[in-house]
């Protein structure tokens, strides 16, 4: 029997305490104590999360398919690294930079996609995922992004944690915080923006179209709006991934990349807010797994080990289509609900009985002496 | 940066008549194949209303499967590649039935991560098999140097080899074939009836399902077809040898429009010819971009006309 | 004889019940209307008799003495049910003779031919028509089409949902009188679901009227056409 925990209760703010505050903590071990290769991998998780959340606006809440994101990724993270180590601009400048240009970008994208179905925004995503890479090494503009080579930022290398954190970490350390940091902030942005107006719009615009233009909620704007903001996310991701790992290369936008994002999304839950960071975490753990299997199952060797990562993502994410269609997430809210389940306040019950309908959602909560159905 | 006007690059040998049809005669080949490949997205999605993104890649796996059974262990091409094309049909159908339809009837969404899904797979299981280093090609046809019908001498010489033939040949081919199956049968009608209207092909008695199964086979048949021709043409193969052709198929399709069979064949030339032909004009466009031009044309179309130049209203949003 | 027997035909769409419990029959030979609202479940019912995949179907529907439930679509036409959906459901980039010769689909016998011809006599226009897409015809002449399609297969019962729906009432008479005709000189049994009560009762000889998915009246055509309730609600006095 499920026990019931009021939302807004002091109950429910013990569990959301604990929930992130053990987040929290889990961040700064791994900032402190981690190697450097491993808190670059976390940062990666970080940055793709917020991809992979910009990604689920678009396919999640607005029912628009894209399988280009990585393109919006790649152009933030050449962003930040142009503007920082040509430009000599400070990183948190370009931040804003790279949300803009993503966004006028994802929205110049976005805007005729309105005209097309569902499966051709797919294509017509796919191709600009492709062609990132290509557009990247073009000759004319090497001088700007460093051609087939890309570009580094050293001068990420070189920053330092302020004194004034209580404990001490090295620079790959705090850049993992920043990035955290900044990641948590666009998470609460979203978060309350989904759970806004904005969010109930997007998710009748995805559901019913028609009902939603009905109810004053049109279509063109919106979508193209969402396609433009979760571009902007992608971008930000882009930027925060060159802070963590400073490199960019053209390859940083394309096909692999985009493949990732969709598979971290349908894995970690599409339509979930925490679904993105575990589909970040399943993008960068999942080939570091199927790199120690190398050498056991009978087709594959150990030099294989980057195929076996797509062969992995390939069987989850069919897995997850049949299994799980809403993901990690999904799954574990499901389970959770088993032993916790977290209600809206409710209004007091009326005295008399008969004058309270009672509502599907209370099933679990009417005493049995009311004799309401259970559905 | 600066931008190169588009004359000024014009390539100085174009005025050459010899120069020209070459280029032409390589890209109606290469033509000849994307349209294959767009025949293979047409006839899937005028019945279903899907993309198979990962064609490219059981193209590629029944190519790999004529290379073991030809090259490999030398059976006859007249032999190998019929029997893998009825493999590749089977594949097709089971993938359809066993995968694509418990997926469709809940989410459209979901068929496009199948198929995601499956690309990687296939691709994975591809190079794991064979290896990823490059092998020698299938070659159907007679493919040493002197091969061809030299037409103009040089230089530089035109010449058309016996392959090239032999690939616009297995497209005429094909596309009788088609033809006479879609137009002149009861199973063709049948189908055609299905992807005009699938309730009412319910009502009259028609097995839908099977329909759909044999969609789907017969464009991985014809989709092996290609991979083996492409792998032809390029001399050598490996497990990367369909990505990119199955994008130009793309391409043509959105040209001609994705429920055209017309459009197919139409699409594909043109963008064979494109590809062979912009780089000419625009020298700053090297081969990586004329990759991007593919794409070009998918959004360009898409979003000017999108049933193509072929295709039914339908297809277009409402 | 009692070619169509239905008891206790419940039917839904996933979690949506929408039929409760039916219970009609349709004899040899005759024009049996079933009358409703929209939503009522007119179109389920007949969905379900036909075993559609859409609708998930329980009781008993007994046709021609076999059991029809859990039957694969196919099977039910090849036993002699020919359905008109709602909508005309014409294959709009099939040519007029195409639609004709796939509505023969289950047939083996070499006549089919033969019967397209003839349908393309019985009904002027659309022999004028037999090249054209069915997509270009007129709302009336795909109407016609549809029911010739119907009939292609020689079926011993003909399903039509909502004949008259979208037509210009001139049409609609030709249509109903043509429906009579059918009846009359091949004996075909009709069953018949409309919301324009009047016409379809004038050529009946039973009728069932049913809401939110329950038979609530029963009786002759006349009889149900001078129902107070039925002049009410479906006949506009």
Redesign the interface.
Same mark, same amino acid.
């Given at each position: 029997m499920p026990k019931i925990i009021e939302k807004g209760s002091p109950a429910h703010r013990l569990w959301q305490v604990i929930g992130y505050g053990g987040i929290a903590v889990l961040i700064i071990w791994i900032a402190t104590t981690q190697p450097d290769f491993r808190v670059q991998r976390f940062s990666a998780v970080a940055a793709l999360a917020v991809a992979v959340l910009g990604l689920n606006l678009v396919i999640g809440y607005s029912g628009q398919i894209s399988l280009g994101h990585s393109a919006f990724f790649g152009l933030g993270a050449y962003t930040s690294a142009i503007l920082v180590s040509d430009y000599g601009w400070p990183f948190y400048a370009t931040l804003p930079v790279s949300l803009l240009f993503g966004g006028v970008v994802g929205f110049i994208i976005g805007l005729p996609a309105l005209r097309i179905r569902g499966l051709y925004l797919a294509l017509v995503t796919l191709a600009l995922a492709i062609a990132f890479p290509s557009i990247a090494k073009i000759s004319q503009l090497s001088d700007l992004t460093g051609g087939a080579n890309g570009k580094t930022v050293d001068s990420f290398r070189t920053w330092e944690a302020p004194g004034w954190l209580p404990f001490d970490v090295n620079s790959d350390g705090w850049r993992f915080l920043v990035v955290c940091i900044t990641g948590a902030v666009l998470f609460l942005v979203a978060s309350n923006v989904i759970r806004s107006r904005v969010g109930r719009a997007l998710l009748a615009l995805r559901d019913n179209e028609t009902g939603a233009a009905v109810s004053g909620v049109y279509p063109a704007g919106w979508k193209t709006s969402a396609f433009a903001v979760s571009a902007g996310f992608a971008a930000v991701g882009g930027s925060l991934q060159v802070l963590a790992i400073p490199v960019v290369g053209p390859d940083t936008g394309g096909f692999v990349v985009a493949i990732e994002l969709i598979t971290g999304l349908v894995i970690g839950g599409i339509a979930t807010i925490s679904g993105a960071v575990l589909g970040g975490l399943a993008i960068v753990w999942l080939p570091e797994l199927t790199k120690s299997w190398g050498g056991y199952l009978p087709l594959f060797s150990e030099s294989d080990a980057p195929l076996l990562a797509n062969a992995a993502y390939g069987i989850l994410l069919i897995a997850v289509v049949f299994v799980m269609p809403g993901g990690v997430v999904w799954f574990i809210r499901f389970v959770r609900s088993k032993l916790v389940r977290f209600q809206p306040r409710l209004p007091a019950a009326s005295s008399a009985p008969e004058d309270a309908p009672v509502p599907a959602v209370m099933a679990g909560t009417v005493p049995q002496a009311q004799g309401g159905e259970t559905a | 940066m600066h931008l190169v006007l588009a004359f000024p690059g014009v390539n100085d040998g174009f005025f050459n008549t010899s120069f020209v049809l070459q280029l032409l005669a390589n890209g109606f080949a290469n033509g000849a194949i994307y349209a294959l490949m767009a025949l293979t997205v047409v006839i899937i999605y005028r019945t279903t209303g899907h993309l198979n993104f990962a064609q490219g890649e059981m193209a590629t796996m029944g190519c790999f499967l004529v290379f073991a059974a030809s090259v490999e262990r030398g059976i006859p091409y007249w032999l190998a590649i019929p029997g893998v094309m009825v493999i590749s049909l089977l594949f097709g159908a089971i993938i359809e039935r066993g995968l694509v339809r418990p997926i469709e009837r809940r989410s459209g969404l979901g068929v496009v991560i199948l198929t995601l899904g499956l690309f990687l797979i296939l691709n994975a299981f591809t190079a794991a098999i064979w290896g990823t280093e490059s092998v020698t090609a299938t070659k159907p046809f007679p493919s040493s140097p002197g091969d061809q019908f030299v037409i103009l001498d040089g230089p530089p010489r035109f010449f058309v080899r016996y392959s090239t033939i032999g690939i616009w040949l297995v497209l005429g081919l094909v596309v009788l074939a088609l033809w006479a199956l879609l137009q002149r049968t009861k199973l063709g009608l049948a189908y055609r009836a299905v992807a005009s209207n699938r309730e009412s092909s319910l009502l009259v008695g028609i097995p839908v399902g099977r329909m759909l199964m044999l969609g789907w086979g017969l464009s991985a048949a014809i989709g092996t077809l290609a991979a083996v021709l492409t792998a032809q043409k390029a001399g050598t193969m490996d497990f990367n040898l369909m990505a990119t052709v199955l994008l130009y198929g793309f391409a043509a399709a959105a040209l001609g429009g994705f429920d055209s069979v017309k459009g197919a064949v139409v699409g594909g030339v043109i963008v064979g010819l494109a590809e062979a032909l912009i780089p000419q004009f625009f020298s700053f466009i090297g081969t990586e971009l004329s990759l991007v031009m593919a794409l070009f044309v998918i959004l360009i179309v898409l979003l000017v006309r999108p049933q193509g130049l072929f295709g039914t209203k339908r297809v277009e949003r409402v | 004889m009692t070619l169509l027997q239905v008891s206790d035909l419940r039917a839904s769409y996933g979690p949506v019940s929408v039929l409760h419990g039916l219970d009609f029959f349709v004899d040899a030979g005759e024009i049996v209307v079933l009358l409703g609202a929209n939503g009522a479940g007119k179109t389920t019912t007949l969905r379900a008799v036909?075993q559609?995949?859409m609708v998930s179907v329980s009781g008993e529907v007994i046709f021609d003495r076999r059991s029809l439930v859990g039957l694969?679509?196919?099977a039910v036409?090849?036993l002699g049910i =020919?359905?008109v !959906?709602q909508g005309r =459901?014409?294959? !709009?980039?099939?040519t007029v003779e195409?639609n004709l010769?796939?509505?023969a689909?289950?047939r083996r016998d070499g006549k089919v031919g033969d019967d397209v011809d003839h349908w393309l006599e019985v009904f002027p226009r659309l022999g004028d028509r037999r090249a054209q897409t069915a997509g270009s015809l007129s709302g009336g002449e795909q109407q016609m089409l549809a029911v010739a399609?119907?009939l292609m297969?020689r079926p011993k019962l003909l399903l039509l949902d909502e004949p008259s729906l979208g037509l210009a009432p001139l049409i609609i008479q030709d249509l109903f009188r043509r429906f009579a005709q059918l009846n009359q000189e091949l004996g075909t049994t009709m069953l018949i679901v409309e919301q324009n009560a009047n016409l379809a009762l004038s050529i009946a000889d039973r009728a069932y009227v049913i809401e939110t998915g329950e038979i609530v009246l029963s009786g002759g055509a006349a009889e149900v056409q001078s129902d107070d309730a039925v002049r009410r609600a479906y006949l506009g006095f």
């Open positions: - | - | 036909c559609m995949d694969r679509p196919e036409v090849k =020919g359905h !959906p =459901g014409t294959f !709009p980039e099939l195409e010769t796939i509505g689909y289950v399609r119907a297969c």
